[in-house]
């Protein structure tokens, strides 16, 4: 089968394709016939040695497709059109995975827009809820609110909590954007200093929860933008990822509760129980239409450096997609 | 009544004996007669003005004592003998508590002991229960094991939870001490570097949850110490609050979740909540003798600065306690 693969001792071009067997599913895994895969920030990290996230040489961390085989489960049966996170392996024509992450397409969703679900929204569910304990009404500020993650945030966050969302941006097309999936606040952080919008929409108590992309650069105003006894949920380090500074008394007296996260590292276990939950509590409102994937563009797997790229540039709004071509 | 509130003006002795009204239970509190109250670190960070926990210009965060009165609320009567957290104005001959916060003291306690138990013994539980999430046999770093929060966590981690603990002292004194108490693995911090002998103790998987009252200079040290998708307590800066340099990928790829508290500045109703699980949680084991305060020494009310000092100098083993003298 084709697959992407990463050669760190290229220069010019790390993606590398190849020709490489199918893989065979373990007891409990399917085999999928992939139709689609999505770009995420991990696998960027990953062609570029900053992080591991998989001992698998090929790339991708979520695919949508149709059950080839199944070992060993009968959660699903040949056929079956499902989408979720694999352990790397993803942008390639077959990827396994494990039979109690798979889940199942909404009928009237095409593969693309399957595969613009799993990472994004599992990652939205997990800090909003999981980590983050997201309460009705209660405010929340999601950084990057145009990105896979943040448009996702946005649409869990107004349809499951009734919350406040307050989003920073970096156009004014992209903030129209969150504003169409929900957004209460839309803060230009080119233009507008967001800790003091965030003061100001919040009668100067600050939000609830942060989603934080950023990391370093908007560490003091994070700061500031938390309420007492808020959460802070650092998933992303667009903007550095070594804080200088950090004043630990501060945080006590505000009793902030920080968490880091990256979703790929996480145990089968983990991503398992998490997939559950979101196909309890999410799935139904995608079924009905009332949340749904956002695309921002779909390139085929060939162009699987190009897509990253686009992402690398900031260029997006929502997921971009690798199609996979028809097989035989 | 006699009561030591802070002069932030003097230079030499900001403690300050004074004679003021004795205050009046609003509605749902109780007026305490106080027999003992205890020294905390907020105690001293208020003394010097580096923050201040509470509008009450008397010191003093928890008392132990005799209801002398109770405002609309028949949770207690006048005489029962009483501990718990207070506001501010713990030394003094009397003091206010919400009665949603008053534990009943075991029989066979003194006053003394009484008053060694509520800020310790609600921070432990706090700190490694409802932050920190300890699971039955879980491994736990608890750093300055021999001080008062450090010798209740001991207690409390083993008896509740059966968990592996792992403490740091700076002597052999105060580590024979906490092997009593129950720790499993002893790390004298000046002999040993600490990050080594837990990875040792662990299998070099790192711990479960660690209870830091250091911050800064053990900064990297903890981190490298943390299991992955482990939990990080903040309670202390004994060793600086400014970390220098924080690297959020590695806790990103750890999927640490730190979190920074006091339990001073928390609400009432989170005192109380945090109250009641504590009185179900652990004064059975109390009351039983399983669990027992540690007193290292008792001062006279009017040698609060003395008191105070004694912390500072980290000579105690355990609390130290205020004793007001018997009145009329």
Request: net charge negative.
């Amino acid at each position: 089968m084709k697959a992407i693969t990463v050669n760190l001792q290229s220069t010019s071009n790390r993606l590398q394709p190849q020709t490489l067997p199918t893989p065979e599913p373990a007891a409990g895994e399917l085999l999928i016939q992939v139709h689609a895969a999505a770009v995420n920030r991990t696998d960027i990290m990953t062609r570029d040695g900053l992080s591991g996230y998989a001992t698998n040489p090929i790339l991708g961390v979520e695919i949508a497709g149709v059950v080839e085989k199944a070992n060993g489960t009968s959660r699903f049966s040949p056929g079956d059109r499902v989408m979720g996170l694999v352990n790397g392996g993803g942008y390639a024509e077959y990827a396994v995975i494990p039979a109690d992450r798979a889940i199942p397409i909404p009928e009237d969703y095409s593969f693309e827009q399957a595969a613009a679900v799993p990472e994004v929204f599992l990652t939205a569910y997990q800090t909003l809820y999981w980590l983050g304990r997201l309460q009705p009404n209660e405010s929340v500020l999601i950084h990057a609110g145009a990105s896979g993650v943040g448009t996702a945030a946005i649409q869990l966050a107004k349809k499951l909590s009734g919350a406040q969302v307050i989003v920073t941006a970096g156009s004014a097309e992209k903030l129209d954007f969150c504003r169409e999936l929900g957004a209460d606040v839309l803060i230009d952080y080119k233009k507008q200093s967001f800790d003091q919008e965030v003061l100001q929409a919040t009668n100067g108590q600050g939000v609830d929860l942060i989603l934080d992309f950023v990391g370093a650069d908007y560490w003091d105003k994070n700061l500031a933008s938390v309420k007492k006894e808020g959460r802070w949920v650092v998933i992303g380090i667009l903007g550095g990822g070594e804080v200088e500074k950090v004043n630990l008394l501060a945080l006590m007296t505000k009793c902030v509760q920080l968490t880091a996260t990256v979703l790929a590292p996480r145990s089968n276990e983990y991503k398992a129980r998490l997939t559950a939950d979101f196909v309890r509590d999410v799935m139904p409102h995608m079924e009905q239409g009332e949340i749904k994937p956002i695309i921002d563009i779909v390139f085929p797997l060939e162009q699987a450096l190009e897509a990253q790229q686009h992402m690398e540039e900031n260029r997006n709004i929502g997921k971009i997609i690798l199609k996979v071509a028809e097989q035989e």
